[in-house]
């Protein structure tokens, strides 16, 4: 009888899958829209207070404290410094770090941390490097190009941040050694190193085995157990991208 597999010990919620978040110093959003009242008229002054490391994270955030009040952590675009002063409201200046609606952001502009609905505090383009951008106004919302290629129409109520996330290139530097990648997947929350299942036997992983002729399809459904739930979850399609071939050529 074999052991479980990872998934199933995952889901048990043991102590060695779960992250170290006593250490973390507080979520990166903005403030809350109740709190803050309606911006979008107005142009709040902010400093930058803080710099500080967030564990788990592959960007700074720095702590910024408002004029009006209101404080809070925000991820750091490259260029911002100890002692900026920024701004957040619609009649802010369209310059690196201020804060602005969607609608008053011009096309083409560079734009991270980025609200999914107005007041959620950013949930968009926060990690080390990544943008997106600002590709047109229209009825239905501001179309922005998200990091990943694809567009999407938001809110022009949404808010975000002028610039780039700061800490591009952050994984183009190889780890060279296990501890430093331990380490970091421990701050996450990710169990490591992770064994391939087609490197186990038989009997503790659904695609163990070094017998070629005992490969199995390693596509699941949404439905499947635990202990089966591995591999392709609900792919549509399996292995590599095919040149689809229309009936025009």
Do not use: W
């Not at 809350?32 to 002054?45: C, M, W």
């Not at 950013?122 to 998200?146: E, N, P, Q, R, W």
Request: with cysteine; proline share 6%; aromatic share 4%.
């Amino acid at each position: 009888m074999g052991k479980r597999i990872r998934v199933q010990r995952r889901g048990r919620g043991g102590s060695q899958f779960k992250a170290a978040t006593h250490k973390r110093v507080a979520p990166a959003c903005y403030p809350a829209i109740t709190a803050t009242g309606d911006i979008s008229e107005i142009a709040v002054n902010g400093v930058v207070e803080e710099i500080v490391h967030d564990p788990g994270r592959g960007t700074p955030l720095a702590f910024v404290r408002f004029e009006n009040g209101d404080n809070c952590y925000l991820v750091i675009p490259e260029g911002i410094y100890l002692g900026q002063q920024i701004q957040m409201g619609g009649k802010a200046q369209v310059e690196i770090g201020n804060i602005l609606p969607l609608g008053n952001v011009p096309e083409g502009t560079m734009v991270c941390n980025i609200e999914l609905k107005p007041g959620d505090g950013g949930k968009i383009a926060k990690s080390s490097g990544t943008y997106a951008t600002v590709v047109a106004h229209t009825a239905d919302g501001t179309m922005i190009k998200l990091p990943s290629g694809k567009t999407r129409y938001i809110s022009d109520r949404c808010r975000a941040t002028i610039g780039v996330v700061s800490g591009a290139g952050r994984t183009e530097k190889p780890f060279l050694k296990a501890g430093p990648k331990f380490h970091l997947m421990k701050a996450k929350g990710h169990k490591y190193p992770r064994t391939r299942g087609r490197a186990m036997v038989a009997a503790v992983h659904p695609y163990g085995s070094s017998k070629r002729s005992a490969r199995k399809v390693t596509t699941v459904s949404h439905g499947a157990p635990p202990g089966k739930k591995v591999g392709l979850i609900a792919a549509r399609g399996a292995g590599g991208k095919r040149k689809r071939v229309t009936g025009n050529e």
